[in-house]
C-alpha cells in the first residue's frame, strides 16, 4: 500500500542551526502539506504546496521557514534558525486533489531542538 | 471557544464494549477526517465525510455527519485492545484540504 515516507525519524539539534525535514509524498499525489504537534498540543496546520508554490500557510509558517520539491519525489521543509519552541513532531501529508480526497500522513519527524 | 472540540477527552471501556466519539464545530464544516494516532507516532486515515447524513464503515468502526454539518461521530463496535489509541478529528473549513484539528480522545481498552 503506498504511504508518506518521512525522514529522518528523529533530528536533535542545537538552537540556531538549519534543519531540513524530508517526506516522499505518495507518488500520484499533487498537493503536499507540513503540520506539526508540540508534544501534548494539537496537530496544526503549517503550509500546502502545489505546483510548486505554497498555496496556503498559516501563521506559524514565518520566514524561519521554507518548503521546496528539489525533485519530482521529495519534499522538504526547512528551518533556518531553529528555537526552542520549534521542537515538535513534523507530520508531511499529502493527496491527490484539492478538495475531497483523502489526506495521508506520513509516520512524523520528531524534531528536538537543545 | 475552540472551532473543534472532542468529547470525550479520554476513555477507557471493557474490551468488547462499545464507544462512541465526537466531535463538534463552531463553525458549518466542507469536509470532516477521522484519524488514529498512537503515541508518538503518525496519523493513520480512517474516514472521510462530506456530506450531512453521510455515513461510512471500515471493520468495526462507524462514522457519521450530522445533517448540519456541525458534528460528526465515531462509533466503535465491540472494542479491542487494538483500537486502543488517540483518536483526532480534522476539519476541511474552506474545500482546502487544510485541516483544524480537534484536541484528540485518548482510548483505552482493557483486555
Known amino acids: 500500500e503506498p504511504e508518506v515516507t518521512q525522514t529522518p525519524s528523529h533530528q536533535v539539534t542545537q538552537m540556531g542551526q538549519e534543519v531540513i525535514l524530508r517526506c516522499v509524498p505518495i507518488s500520484n499525489h499533487l498537493y503536499f502539506y507540513w503540520y506539526r504537534q508540540i508534544l501534548g498540543q494539537k496537530v496544526e496546520f503549517l503550509v500546502s504546496f502545489y505546483n510548486n508554490e505554497i498555496s496556503e500557510k498559516s501563521e506559524i509558517f514565518d520566514d524561519q521557514f521554507s518548503v521546496e520539491r528539489p525533485d519530482g519525489s521529495n519534499f522538504t521543509l526547512k528551518i533556518r534558525s531553529t528555537k526552542l519552541e520549534d521542537s515538535a513532531m513534523y507530520f508531511c501529508?499529502?493527496?491527490?486533489?484539492?478538495?475531497?480526497?483523502?489526506?495521508?500522513f506520513g509516520q512524523g519527524t520528531r524534531l528536538t531542538v537543545v | 471557544s475552540q472551532e473543534l472540540e472532542q468529547s470525550p477527552q479520554s476513555l477507557i471501556v471493557q474490551e468488547g464494549k462499545n464507544l462512541t466519539i465526537n466531535c463538534t464545530s463552531s463553525k458549518t464544516l466542507y469536509g470532516l477526517y477521522w484519524y488514529k494516532q498512537k503515541y508518538g507516532e503518525g496519523l493513520i486515515f480512517l474516514m472521510m465525510?462530506?456530506?450531512?447524513?453521510e455515513e461510512k464503515s471500515h471493520e468495526k468502526i462507524t462514522a457519521k455527519l450530522d445533517e448540519k454539518k456541525q458534528q460528526s461521530s465515531l462509533h466503535i463496535t465491540a472494542s479491542q485492545p487494538s483500537h486502543a489509541g488517540i483518536y483526532l478529528c480534522?476539519?476541511?473549513?474552506?474545500?482546502?484540504?487544510?485541516?483544524?484539528f480537534g484536541g484528540g480522545t485518548r482510548l483505552m481498552v482493557k483486555p
Open positions: 501529508a499529502s493527496t491527490t486533489g484539492q478538495i475531497n480526497t483523502e489526506a495521508f
Open positions: 465525510l462530506q456530506k450531512g447524513g
Open positions: 480534522g476539519a476541511d473549513y474552506n474545500a482546502g484540504n487544510m485541516l483544524t
